[in-house]
């Protein structure tokens, strides 16, 4: 059975920091691409960051650049999202899914397996 996991998620203060972590199971994360996404409350599902297949693209919505940074270690079939400088708008659930083409989209209908989300909260 093929599944993601994620994990890291918590309550931190505004300017903090958080890693959430997106481990595979079932599959090897290998030749697919990784997407972030998140969902705050009342609004849509929209994309965050997102590796390629071999990590030498990383893509990064404008309201997350210079603040989040993506990264892949495939010895642990795992995906990082590094969350930066932190602030309420940052707040929502997050997940990640996998492309199968190995190519980043910001289009979430073009994933296939989702995580089940973690929930990051900033607040003072």
């Known amino acids: 059975q093929l599944q993601l996991v994620e994990s890291g998620g918590g309550l931190v203060q505004p300017g903090g920091s958080l890693r959430l972590s997106c481990a595979a199971s079932?599959?090897?994360?290998?030749?697919?691409?990784i997407g972030w996404f998140r969902q705050a409350p009342g609004k849509e599902r929209e994309g965050v960051s997102c590796?390629?297949?071999?990590?030498?693209?990383?893509n990064y919505a404008d309201s997350v650049k210079d603040r989040f940074t993506i990264s892949r270690d495939s010895a642990k079939n795992t995906v990082y999202l590094q969350l930066n400088s932190l602030k309420p708008e940052d707040t929502g659930v997050y997940y990640c899914?996998?492309?199968?083409?190995?190519?980043?989209?910001?289009?979430?209908?073009?994933?296939?397996?989702w995580g089940q989300g973690t929930q990051v909260t900033v607040s003072s």
């Open positions: 590796i390629t297949w071999h990590g030498r693209i990383a």
């Open positions: 899914a996998e492309r199968e083409t190995g190519t980043c989209s910001s289009y979430s209908t073009t994933y296939g397996t």
């Open positions: 079932g599959f090897t994360l290998g030749y697919r691409a």
